[in-house]
T-cell receptor
Framework: DTEVTQTPKHLVMGMTNKKSLKCEQH?????MYWYKQKAKKPPELMFV???????INESVPSRFSPECPNSSLLNLHLHALQPEDSALYLC?????????????FGPGTRLTVT | GESVGLHLPTLSVQEGDNSIINCAYS??????FIWYKQESGKGPQFIID?????DKRQGQRVTVLLNKTVKHLSLQIAATQPGDSAVYFC???????????????FGSGTRLLVRP
């Protein structure tokens, strides 16, 4: 199984709502990532978890709150978002070992903030 | 600063022809360079990678060339097929911790259109 799944596929939320994005993988990968991708732009790294611990936060606003409850799951909690946060949110996972660097991406959650 | 960019935003090729997608990078500290393909409505998909101490690597119908002297990376696709139509991103990989996870910095992307 080389699949990363993300739910929901689409999400529309108001600026006062609280919602969560979910990501799951069963490849035994111990590194998981959140990326944000605006239309016609490349993915931009937001967070990296390694062995369920946050190892990188790319200066992401606190209205985005990641969580890694176990080695297979990664959540992104959203609160008080702005319309400019509308984007495709991609989750990825990878092995944690030198020389292995392929990240497997999920299909993404398309988020619209109204 | 770190940046990875592309010369051509859109490339249109005839089915069966070879395609060449180029990428310029500015940071020399990465371990690997990677090409990803992203089809509409999907996440990026790994195509091929090359280690920074290599200059050429071949896969099935794809070849990646790395010229560190001019900081240039290219992806060659042989006998381009309609299924190759997608956006292609180059990316640099930077280790976060040794023997641990790593960070990808993506280039701006090239859209490949394959004409039947």
């Amino acid at each position: 199984d080389t699949e990363v799944t993300q739910t929901p596929k689409h999400l529309v939320m108001g600026m006062t709502n609280k919602k969560s994005l979910k990501c799951e993988q069963h490849m035994g990968h111990r590194a998981m990532y959140w990326y944000k991708q605006k239309a016609k732009k490349p993915p931009e790294l937001m967070f990296v978890y390694s062995y369920e611990k946050l190892s990188i936060n790319e200066s992401v606003p606190s209205r985005f709150s990641p969580e890694c409850p176990n080695s297979s799951l990664l959540n992104l909690h959203l609160h008080a978002l702005q319309p400019e946060d509308s984007a495709l949110y991609l989750c990825a996972s990878s092995q944690v070992a030198r020389g292995t660097y392929e990240q497997y991406f999920g299909p993404g959650t398309r988020l619209t903030v109204t | 600063g770190e940046s990875v960019g592309l010369h051509l935003p859109t490339l249109s090729v005839q089915e069966g022809d070879n395609s060449i997608i180029n990428c310029a990078y500015s940071n020399s500290a990465s371990d690997y360079f990677i090409w990803y393909k992203q089809e509409s409505g999907k996440g990026p998909q790994f195509i091929i990678d090359i280690r920074s101490n290599m200059d050429k690597r071949q896969g099935q119908r794809v070849t990646v060339l790395l010229n560190k002297t001019v900081k240039h990376l290219s992806l060659q696709i042989a006998a381009t097929q309609p299924g190759d139509s997608a956006v292609y991103f180059c990316a640099e990989s930077f280790p976060i911790y040794m023997d641990s996870s790593y960070k990808l910095i993506f280039g701006s992307g090239t859209r490949l259109l394959v004409r039947p």
